[in-house]
């Protein structure tokens, strides 16, 4: 059995345990002793044999078809990411094998990082590592970092790390909970691309390990990577700002993640931001 296998198993327990028998159209009888459906309650919706999904279940299935698979996601009320989730699981040519390399910045990347120098921008890499910052992200989100800690590999701050174990960071960010759900959606992604970064798997084992909001998450397989794009943040310097969440990604880095907080013209968070990024300007 690969670590796929056992990925795919994992993900569809957990949304079998997830759904409310109810909401999937089944009829209980009595009291049920496991949470969600049952293994041959999903195999009936799926118009497959409860021994055959129970092999899926269990990673032992081998070239499980598309038509399958969709039937499974349908049976289980898949949404689309989920669904994308469960067909990258399923298939190894979606991976990417081997050591993934380093991650290495280029020069077109770092013109765009210094036009956008007055806003709030951080570009993260398949690890969620910051690779590139602007001095108001840093002032924001991290100001105990030094300017250019994303320049050197051993030093990157890495964005998971500054959201989950931040505790000043928590009480200033507005929907933390689902910027939580970000970092575990984009892990949990990146970790099926991936299943060779060791990098990767030892930095999920870390925050399983220190964070339990992240091990409950990421039990759960979370795959929300959406924030609210209105995110309300309290610094303690700055005060209150009402800041602007975009995000994107790289048409030649599609792992990678470019995101900018903007406040609103003429607002009080622009006067507040540009007070606490005026030393950086003038320097």
């Known amino acids: 059995m690969t670590q796929r296998d056992t990925q795919v198993g994992a993900f569809l327990r957990a949304r079998r345990e997830q759904l409310d028998p109810d909401e999937a159209g089944v009829v209980s009888y009595g009291t049920r002793r496991v949470r969600g459906l049952r293994r041959e309650e999903v195999a009936q919706l799926a ?6 999904y129970t092999r899926i279940e269990q990673g032992q299935a081998q070239a499980v078809s598309p038509e399958v698979l969709h039937a499974v996601a349908r049976a289980l009320r898949l949404d689309t990411a989920d669904r994308e989730h ?4 399923s298939s190894p040519l979606t991976a990417v094998t081997g050591d993934p390399g380093d991650e290495v910045v280029g020069h077109p990347l770092r013109v765009l ?9 951080a570009l ?7 690779l590139a910052w602007t001095e108001p992200c840093r002032l924001l989100f991290a100001p105990y970092a030094a300017p250019d800690a994303p320049d050197h590999a051993e030093t990157r701050p890495n964005w998971a790390r500054i959201v989950l174990l931040d505790p000043d ?11 939580v759900d970000d ?27 220190v964070s339990p909001v992240f091990a409950e998450r990421w039990a759960a397989h979370v795959l929300r990577d959406r924030s609210p794009a209105q995110t309300a943040f309290r610094h303690p310097v700055a005060g209150d700002l009402d800041l602007v969440h975009q995000s994107m990604r790289l ?33």
């Open 47 to 52: 118009g497959v044999s409860p021994s055959y």
């Open 183 to 209: 970092v575990v959606g984009v892990l949990r992604a990146h970790r099926a691309r991936y299943p060779d970064d060791a990098a990767l798997e030892r930095l999920v084992a870390e925050l399983v390990d």
């Open 124 to 130: 993260l890499g398949r690890r969620l590592d910051v």
């Open 113 to 121: 990082l210094g036009q956008l120098g007055h806003v709030p921008t």
């Open 86 to 89: 469960l067909l990258r699981l």
């Open 251 to 283: 048409p030649d880095h599609d792992d990678w993640i470019l995101g900018t907080y903007v406040v609103a013209r003429g607002s009080e968070s622009e006067r507040r931001l540009q007070a606490l990024t005026a030393p950086a300007r003038a320097s």
């Open 169 to 179: 960071l928590r009480q200033a960010l507005g929907h933390w909970e689902h910027k």
